[in-house]
């Protein structure tokens, strides 16, 4: 089944202990994305890559980190969570060659 | 910077009967994509309709379709027959067409509901 899947889907942490949240899709696609979502904001991006090893920022990568290492993965990394970064969070995949874009189920987290 | 606005938080609608979301947009560039996307409470994000800004024909998809009026940047969204399996979160979105770029730019949502 062609999915993007993200771990966890759920976690809590506290203010400053770094946290990876991982993003793997099965598709081959080329380009991935990461999105916050926070109520009566909409969905925000935060880094997307066009290939591996060629990331980028959206319009909110403070505090964030990615890479690109391979192309079915694209991790996120919060060296120094703090409560502001509590939201949920979207990965999501395109082929270069299609409109559509595939989003995983989200993980929620909260920094305390 | 791309700017995506939904100027209605909440919508309601009666089942069966017809609801209009609007989008508005800004941008400079001529060669764009702009998506309708629902969020049930499931929370997965589902394509509902894309339109391609070169395209003058509106696109439609089943109950779905859309008005899109590029001089005026506006993209509405127009859901027939409405179900109570439409009540969701909706949110406009733009992308640029030209190459380089990943960027999407998200509305801030309308939520539908879907009286019976």
């Known amino acids: 089944e062609a999915q993007v899947t993200q771990n966890p889907r759920y976690l809590i942490t506290v203010t400053g202990k770094k946290l990876t949240v991982t993003c793997s899709q099965n598709?081959?696609?080329?380009?991935m994305s990461w999105y916050r979502q926070d109520p009566g904001l909409g969905l925000r991006q935060i880094y997307y890559?066009?290939?591996?090893?060629?990331?980028d920022k959206g319009d909110v990568p403070e505090g964030y980190k990615v890479s690109r290492k391979e192309k079915r993965n694209f991790p996120l990394i919060l060296e120094s969570p703090s409560p502001n970064q509590t939201s949920l969070y979207f990965c999501?995949?395109?082929?270069?060659?299609?409109?559509?874009?595939?989003f995983g189920p989200g993980t929620r987290l909260t920094v305390t | 910077a791309q700017t995506v606005t939904q100027s209605q938080p909440e919508m309601s609608v009666q089942e069966a009967e017809t609801v209009t979301l609007s989008c508005t947009y800004d941008?400079?560039?001529?060669?764009?994509?702009l998506f309708w996307y629902k969020q049930p409470p499931s929370r997965q994000m589902i394509l509902v309709i894309r339109q391609e800004a070169y395209k003058q024909q509106n696109a439609t998809e089943n109950r779905f379709s859309v008005n899109f009026q590029k001089a005026a940047k506006s993209f509405s969204l127009k859901i027939s027959d409405s179900q109570l399996g439409d009540a969701a979160m909706y949110f406009c979105a733009y992308r640029s067409a030209s190459g380089g770029s990943e960027k999407l730019v998200f509305g801030k949502g309308t939520k539908l509901t879907v009286n019976p």
């Open positions: 598709m081959n696609h080329e380009y």
């Open positions: 890559s066009m290939n591996v090893e060629v990331t």
């Open positions: 941008t400079s560039e001529s060669d764009y994509y």
């Open positions: 999501a995949s395109r082929a270069r060659n299609s409109y559509e874009q595939y």
